[in-house]
T-cell receptor
Framework: AQKITQTQPGMFVQEKEAVTLDCTYD???????LFWYKQPSSGEMIFLIY??????QNATEGRYSLNFQKARKSANLVISASQLGDSAMYFC???????????FGKGTLLTVNP | EAQVTQNPRYLITVTGKKLTVTCSQN?????MSWYRQDPGLGLRQIYY???????DKGDVPEGYKVSRKEKRNFPLILESPSPNQTSLYFC????????????FGPGTRLTVT
C-alpha cells in the first residue's frame, strides 16, 4: 500500500524568502512517481512538479524544486522567492502500483506574508 | 485547449434523489479517475478506469457508481445520495503509467441535505 505523509498542516513564510514543504512516502513498488499539486482558494488542482523514482537528479520547474532523498523516502518541495500568489494548499502525491493510483497526503496550507 | 470538464460545478440536492456528475476529457487519455476531497482528509480515490469498459473501485467507492462507455467520458453516479456524500469532487485523466501527471477538472461542489 502507498502512503504519503505531510507533517506540516500550516506554514508561514515572508514574501521573497524560500520555504520547504515536507513530504515523506512509503511504498513497496520499485517504480513510482512523486508529484506536487497546488490548490488555491479557488479550488482547482494545479500540477507543479514531478520526480520519477529512478531519476538521478532533483526535478526543478522555475521557482519550484523537489528535494528527492530516496533512501529517506522524502520528496520535499522547495519554493524559492515566495510570492503572495503562492498562498495556497499544497499536496504531495505518489503514483504507482498496477493500477497507477495517485495517493495524496493531507496537504500543507502555505501563507505568504507581505 | 487540453482540458477536463465537469458538470455541474455546484449542486445542492436532497437525500435520495439520484444524480449524475459528468466528466469529459479531450486529451485521448486512457486513465480516468474520480476523487472526493474533504477537510483534513486530502483527496481520496472513489473509482478509476484504465480504459473503455474497464473500471474498478478506489478507496471510498460505497454509494457511487461509474461507467466508461466512451474513452472521453467518465460519469459519476450517486443512486441515492446521503448527507455524508457532501464533498468536493474532482475528475482527473492521464495516460497510464506512474510518470504521467493527472489533469484535474475544476471540481464539483456537492451538498446533500
Amino acid at each position: 500500500a502507498q502512503k504519503i505523509t505531510q507533517t506540516q498542516p500550516g506554514m508561514f513564510v515572508q514574501e521573497k524568502e524560500a520555504v520547504t514543504l515536507d513530504c515523506t512516502y512509503d511504498t513497496s513498488d520499485p517504480s513510482y512517481g512523486l508529484f506536487w499539486y497546488k490548490q488555491p482558494s479557488s479550488g482547482e488542482m494545479i500540477f507543479l512538479i514531478y520526480q520519477g523514482s529512478y531519476d538521478q537528479q532533483n526535478a526543478t520547474e522555475g521557482r519550484y524544486s523537489l528535494n528527492f532523498q530516496k533512501a529517506r523516502k522524502s520528496a520535499n518541495l522547495v519554493i524559492s522567492a515566495s510570492q503572495l500568489g503562492d498562498s495556497a494548499m499544497y499536496f504531495c502525491a505518489m503514483r504507482g502500483g498496477s493500477n497507477y493510483k495517485l495517493t495524496f497526503g493531507k496537504g500543507t496550507l502555505l501563507t505568504v506574508n507581505p | 485547449e487540453a482540458q477536463v470538464t465537469q458538470n455541474p460545478r455546484y449542486l445542492i440536492t436532497v437525500t435520495g434523489k439520484k444524480l449524475t456528475v459528468t466528466c469529459s476529457q479531450n486529451m485521448n487519455h486512457e486513465y480516468m479517475s474520480w476523487y472526493r476531497q474533504d477537510p483534513g482528509l486530502g483527496l481520496r480515490q472513489i473509482y478509476y478506469s484504465m480504459n473503455v469498459e474497464v473500471t474498478d473501485k478506489g478507496d471510498v467507492p460505497e454509494g457511487y457508481k461509474v461507467s466508461r462507455k466512451e474513452k472521453r467520458n467518465f460519469p459519476l453516479i450517486l443512486e441515492s445520495p446521503s448527507p455524508n456524500q457532501t464533498s468536493l469532487y474532482f475528475c482527473a485523466s492521464s495516460h497510464r503509467g506512474s510518470s504521467y501527471e493527472q489533469y484535474f477538472g475544476p471540481g464539483t461542489r456537492l451538498t446533500v441535505t
